[in-house]
């Protein structure tokens, strides 16, 4: 089992900055892919950034958050980090961490593929 525990979430204006942390404990070992997903009221789960680490480590962003937020991941601290920049009222979701044992199938956007998922942190950008 891992346990993923989310924090950083909060309310910010639009053009505004937050940092969301997923700190990864239990059997973190073999831990493939870290990454978050994310729910806004009345849709479904869309994925928002991974960071895969497989011969080397490789980031993947979705293309609504191209260019705005970085992922990334600390090794020895079993942490995932996601820095979101210039924030829009479209960005306003519950974001969730998730991690998933090494596989090719599903596809690391496709939130079925992850085997451990954290409760989930509420993001709310204000216009």
């Known amino acids: 089992q891992v346990q993923l525990v989310e924090s950083g979430g909060g309310s910010v204006q639009a053009g505004g900055s937050l940092t969301l942390s997923c700190a990864a404990s239990?059997?973190?070992?073999?831990?493939?892919?870290m990454g978050w997903f994310r729910q806004a009221p009345g849709k479904d789960r869309e994925f928002v950034a991974a960071?895969?680490?497989?011969?080397?480590?490789?980031?993947h962003y979705a293309d609504s958050v191209k260019g705005r937020f970085i992922i990334s991941r600390d090794f020895t601290k079993n942490t995932v980090t996601l820095q979101m920049n210039s924030l829009k009222p479209d960005d306003t979701a519950v974001y969730y961490c998730?991690?998933?044992?090494?596989?090719?199938?599903?596809?690391?956007?496709?939130?079925?593929?992850?085997?451990?998922w954290g409760q989930g942190t509420q993001v709310t950008i204000s216009s």
């Open positions: 998730a991690v998933r044992r090494p596989k090719t199938d599903p596809s690391y956007y496709d939130y079925v593929g992850y085997d451990y």
């Open positions: 960071v895969i680490s497989w011969s080397g480590t490789s980031t």
């Open positions: 239990g059997r973190t070992l073999n831990i493939h892919t």
